[in-house]
């Protein structure tokens, strides 16, 4: 496992600590945190008791850890899509003649447990300390396996992170025609033999490696699941008692799809089967009946609100595809949870907030419409409220130890009046200098044990250079690579 908890009471002391006191931060100039035992037990000034150890953290912000509700946890493959569109002709979605020879797996099974291992490295970097892992199927034969998932428990405990682990699974999946259409392949069966691998994982794994390491069902995406599937999956989360995470509204093609095949717009389809609880995720949520234009059917914003669901808000990810909540303010207003998540590389929750607040603020055309505190309270708070979990996303007596040390001494980061706001116009996920995850100091200065950045990259390229040479044959019409992802200038001269 990651470095043991410390012996004895840790002080840590920053120019700022975010403290918590009455539902709220606060801010500490010059603030102490003491954990003991991987719990907080002090946050102030001038704590009374003895300490095993003391760091100062000088010029910097000591705050709770970010919550992370749809964490990458593969390689992130958007530098293939930046540019290279329409998606459906450059190999994000199978083509029928694929679909017909069987999809099949384009890593291998050492090669998924290796990204889990990366990805979650790349998290803790990042200041991320609690996690909901994601990965694309795109790549997959059809869902996720045990075995990787077994290897993403294994990689969490070294590290020592914390996550909520579950195989995604579906009933069916999109795939382009010979004459160019989207279609719908459905194989019940075999999402529901993926539902029932995901509960056994669930009561096998929940609570292991000192509770660090808890358990969620993930189907996949709300237009790939069929009603039996999502009636199921529900009655499993009632059981179980956990969450389920829902890739939600986050297209008009899905929104659409969904009320053709179903005869309703996606927030009332989940409604009417039962569905929405307070331990639903629904990440995206761009689209909605009022907000965007896509029908009147119903008001979906309030039945997501009324049905107890969570918002996992992706700023960063959305606007690179050109889109984004209608208004974040609206949502908060509407008493909707919301969590941020980060679902691309990289995974930066600072640079999340930052785009979240100024896609909120253009869509309103109102800076006052949001403010850092909303999103800072979204990556912290929202998160835990949206996993059931008051001891996680603040730093208050009880809270569990989990910390992440923001520096503000690069000349970069700028001016100081308020720490939060200096963080979301001028911060970084690299300026994250320290992790402590349950008592555990797992990232000191930027050094995790036993992580070799530069070796990880090595890894990472080589194995994204063999999955991209295998897009020929699920591409549209079989063009040669270069043809498929061209570079945004002509080359001159060999690659090396």
Known sequence: MAEQRETGPVLMTADWVVGHENGTHVLLPNGEV??????????????????????????????????????????DTTVLGLDNQPAWKKGRVWPESYMDAGPREMYSAEDLRWQKRYAFSRLIRNGITTALPIASLFYREWGETWDEFQGAAE?????????????????????????????????EERGLKGLADAIRFCETFEGQAGGLVRTMLAPDRIETCTETLLLRSAAAVRDLDVPIRLHCCQSAFEYQSVLRLHGKG?????????FLSSRAILPHLNYLSGLNGIGHRAPDLQILADGGASLAHCPLVMARGGTSLTSFARYHDAGLTIGMGTDTHPPDMILNMQIGLMTARIA??????????????????????ALGRSDLGRLKTGARADLTVIGLDDPAMGQIIDPIQTILLNGSGRDVRTVVIDGRI?????????????????GAQARFD???????????????????????????????
């Not at 309103?364 to 409220?385: C, H, I, S």
């Not at 797992?442 to 090595?458: K, L, N």
């Open 34 to 75: 003491v954990f003991d035992d991987g719990a907080i037990v002090f946050v102030g000034h001038e704590y009374p008791g003895e300490v095993a150890r003391r760091i100062d953290c000088g010029r910097a912000l000591i705050g709770p850890g970010f919550i992370d509700l749809d964490a990458l946890s593969d390689l």
């Open 155 to 187: 990689a969490a405990r070294e590290l020592g992170l914390r996550v909520y682990l579950g195989p995604a699974y579906r009933s069916g999946n999109t795939f382009v025609t010979a004459q160019g259409e989207i279609d719908f392949f459905f194989d």
């Open 266 to 274: 996606p927030p009332e389809w989940l409604r009417d089967i039962g």
């Open 364 to 385: 309103e055309r109102d800076p006052q419409a949001v403010n850092a505190a909303d999103f800072y309270n979204a990556a912290t708070l929202g998160g835990a409220r």
């Open 442 to 458: 797992v990232m000191h200065d930027g050094v995790m044990p036993g992580i070799d950045h530069d070796a990880m990259r090595v």
């Open 466 to 496: 063999g999955m991209v040479a295998q897009y020929p044959d699920r591409t549209f019409g079989h063009p040669p690579v270069e043809k498929i992802f061209q570079t945004t200038f002509p080359l001159k001269g060999p690659r090396t």
